[in-house]
């Protein structure tokens, strides 16, 4: 899931008063409005929402798509539930959560198709596979996800669980680990954490995505939908079908134009701009690596990570992948996944 931070640098005040966006109403005569809340502040992994909203890939598709960065990454599968955005950028893991919940939310889209989140050590640490972690310490953000991510890597790498220490380090992942307080971390991402890691250094860090290291793949990020509107509101269904439709245009598009992404996430994020300009590439890179078409996901890969979810205990029983993600609104062509 997403990198922890005390505050969200440039974020919207997210308030629960904010009323929710109707897909059957619209700003003008040829255009849907379309409320998003997304997962984070604006950055690399975004690329294909921008690509579409700056190029034209949603006015295409008749919709008009607003962007709103969250005050708490933790709301937006909520909002969404209780109708107060439209749509929403959430992790693979919190959609199962959230079903367990009880919250009428449905994956409609994947965003990031692979895993960003990784075990990263510095280049001289050892730390080459989970055997590595004996006698070592990692740092994490202290969420439950981070517990079920390390127990994994102990079996994986055959270790006893006294072997490997985990230190709550907080919001301060990449410092703990550039000064040496730990000797790897988990919750900072492959596509950029580590690149700032490696540009600071000047060396590239040990990365190890949690495909790699025991946990099932899995989606990073994933568009989601209020799964009661979808049933009983044809014009919220065929508004989320126009959105899903710009996205996978719009990342496609991007991936042809990795020097035009680089320009506009340049323009829309606060990171630095060598980290951007070497983030953007890179992250388009996993995307067209990521297995499924852009904005498919793999049942089987669902019900496994499910599955995974309920062995470490993140989920209190097993949650069908059926009710938690679907491929239907996908354009056409575009869903034989």
Known sequence: MRRTTAA????????ASVPA????????????????????VPNPDHVGLYYAQQKGYFDKQGVSVSLKAPSDASTPLKLVGAGKFDLAISYEPEFFTAVEKKLPVMGVASIIPVPLNALISLSDSGITSPA???????????????????????????????????VNVGFNLVPSLLSHKVNAIVGGYQNVEALQIGQETGKKPNVLPLNKVGIPTYNELVLAAN??????DPAYAATVRKVVAGIVAGTRAAMRDPKGSTAIMEKVSDYKK???????????????QGGPKVGCMSFAQWRAFGAWMTRTKLLA???PASTVTTNKYLPKGSQAC
């Open 8 to 15: 969200l640098v440039g974020a919207a005040a997210l308030l």
């Open 21 to 40: 966006v109707l897909a059957g109403a619209s700003s003008n005569a040829s255009t849907t409005p379309v409320s998003v809340i997304m997962d984070w």
């Open 132 to 166: 590595g972690l004996k006698g070592k310490s990692i740092g994490i953000a202290g969420v439950p996800f981070d517990s079920a991510v390390i127990s994994t890597m102990v079996r994986a790498g055959k270790l006893n669980a006294n072997e490997v220490k985990s």
């Open 227 to 232: 799964s009661s509107r979808l049933k009983s």
């Open 274 to 288: 060598d980290l951007v300009d070497a983030s953007v590439p890179y992250t388009l890179k996993l995307i067209r």
């Open 317 to 319: 029983g097993p949650v």
